[in-house]
């Protein structure tokens, strides 16, 4: 990165932060006609079962459901700051690269403080990870090579994005909401600027097997992030009659849904440093419907 760049950076962060307690306007009710997701989002829309619903429960569903979101938010901050945290090991404190990741890190930070902050303003108990969910995050956490925990933690960033540009751009989404998305939104502009230099640091070097590997890695991770999304405690929440049949039917549509809302960038991300292979495009057809 550029030296003059970074040190621009670095006097925005330390100057101008952003704080989400005062960014924020958390005291901020639910107005008629705001909802807690845009509706093209929730796991049911576009289901005959979904005019079934009373509008209290399309409310409630978009609540339950937006937790989750915030639940997988803090996580995927989480484990961007677990690879900064790795990578800054190996630099001198007086590298800019180190100040300008210490700041990243502080905002990184705030955002999980602020996710969290919102899961309690809506009054959400977020459904928690499995066992075999558990065990495969610790596992890729603590055995991953410090690249392939970069790659996957961009992923999950690169989808958060996407989900954060839904609900800062909708007029009606819950004021509370919209402002953490546009926070959020601020700051990993910044952020890209580094992920991007570093991006292109470990992709230029890679070979096809890496290529391959960092697909995988990928795909996994936003696989993973997706089955945060549905879950069948929620339908049981908001008083469904039958909430397996609710799960079974809204796995496939989110499926679809999920390919068509928030996948775009994400192929051609990937697409970008050629990983779309032999070995790796059926995973993504099977995993993601994704068309590669």
Request: proline share 3%; hydrophobic share 40%.
């Amino acid at each position: 990165m550029e030296v003059d760049e970074l040190r621009r950076l670095i006097r925005i962060s330390r100057e101008r932060p952003l704080l989400p307690e005062t960014y924020v306007p958390w005291s901020d009710e639910l107005q008629t006609g705001e909802y807690f997701l845009p509706e093209h989002l929730n796991s049911l829309e576009g289901l005959k079962i979904y005019n079934t619903l009373t509008s209290q429960q399309k409310l409630e569903l978009g609540r339950h459901e937006v937790v989750q979101v915030m639940y997988s938010y803090a996580w995927g901050e989480g484990l961007f700051c677990l690879f900064m945290n790795k990578y800054i090991l190996g630099l001198a404190p007086d590298n800019l690269e180190y100040q300008f990741l210490l700041r990243e890190l502080i905002e990184e930070f705030r955002h999980q403080e602020m996710f969290t902050q919102s899961i309690l303003r809506l009054g959400g108990q977020p459904i928690r990870i499995s066992r075999t969910h558990r065990f495969i995050g610790n596992v890729t956490t603590k055995l991953l090579p410090l690249d392939c925990l970069f790659m996957g933690s961009l992923s999950i960033e690169i989808v958060s994005d996407r989900y954060g540009n839904y609900g800062r751009k909708d007029p009606r989404l819950y004021n509370v909401l919209r402002k953490v998305f546009e926070l959020h939104n601020i700051e990993e502009a910044r952020h890209i600027i580094f992920t991007k230099d570093l991006l292109n640091k470990y992709t230029t070097k890679a070979g096809a097997i890496r290529r391959t590997v960092y697909s995988f890695v990928v795909l996994f991770n936003i696989y993973f992030l997706r089955t945060l999304y549905v879950k069948k405690e929620i339908y049981q929440r908001i008083g469904m009659q039958n909430p397996d049949l609710a799960y079974k039917l809204a796995s496939k549509n989110y499926k679809q849904k999920f390919t068509e809302s928030c996948l775009g960038e994400m192929i051609e991300f990937v697409d970008s440093w050629r990983g779309f292979n032999s070995a790796t495009r059926w995973a993504w057809r099977w995993l993601m419907n994704a068309k590669v």
